[in-house]
């Protein structure tokens, strides 16, 4: 994979091993917004024991997991999705990717099985930075920024992704890839 340089929509940050934050250790945080005005961001690695029926009444019924998407504001529901030509009020990520958009479409669309797993992954919380705030961490080494695929991003299995992403940056990165969450406990 090809390391990139600056941080802009549509890309991810791979964080460090050195980053030892509760919220970021061992993250790939998706960039849905990266602009004049700060960046917001999705954790798209880490599943929560929650799924969407238990978060929201809105979704009886519906056993979709739930992801932690970050810090900020996590009494709030987010998504990613692939369909912005039926989800209208969607928010362009990638050529294939979309955020947001009309809910009472996503339920509907839900019910006759349009959306699935596949094809759209919800979020609770997200991850922000003020303006320069994110250049900054990373000229401070705690990202790496990659382009993902959308397979990636929308992942059969979140938990590899962290040291699947970083053994892609080649051998100098792949020791990495199994460094321990708590280095301590090594």
């Known amino acids: 994979m090809k390391k990139e340089i600056k941080p802009s929509q549509g890309k991810i940050l791979i964080s460090e091993p050195s980053l ?27 599943p929560t024991h929650l799924k969407l029926s238990e978060v929201s009444g809105d979704f009886a019924g519906f056993q979709f997991p739930v992801y932690f998407g970050g810090p900020v504001s996590t009494n709030h529901l987010f ?3 692939q369909l912005e030509d039926k989800i ?12 947001g958009g009309n809910i009472e479409i996503i339920k509907n669309l839900m019910k006759i099985k349009t959306l699935t797993t596949e094809n759209i992954r919800f ?18 080494h705690s990202w790496l920024i990659a ?17 699947t992403m970083i053994k892609s940056f080649g ?12 280095p301590l406990m090594n």
Do not use: M
């Open 20 to 46: 030892i934050d509760f919220f970021f250790k061992q993250s790939v945080i998706l960039l849905t917004e990266h602009n004049e005005n700060g960046t917001f961001g999705l954790i798209i690695n880490k």
């Open 79 to 81: 998504y990613v999705h």
């Open 88 to 99: 209208p009020e969607s928010l362009k990520i990638t050529d294939k990717l979309y955020w």
């Open 123 to 140: 979020f609770i919380g997200y991850s922000g930075w003020e303006v320069n705030q994110l250049e900054h961490e990373v000229t401070e």
């Open 147 to 163: 382009t993902p695929t959308i397979e990636q991003i929308i992942s059969n299995n979140p938990s590899a992704l962290w040291p």
């Open 171 to 182: 051998k100098e990165y792949a020791i990495w890839a199994n460094f321990p969450s708590d």
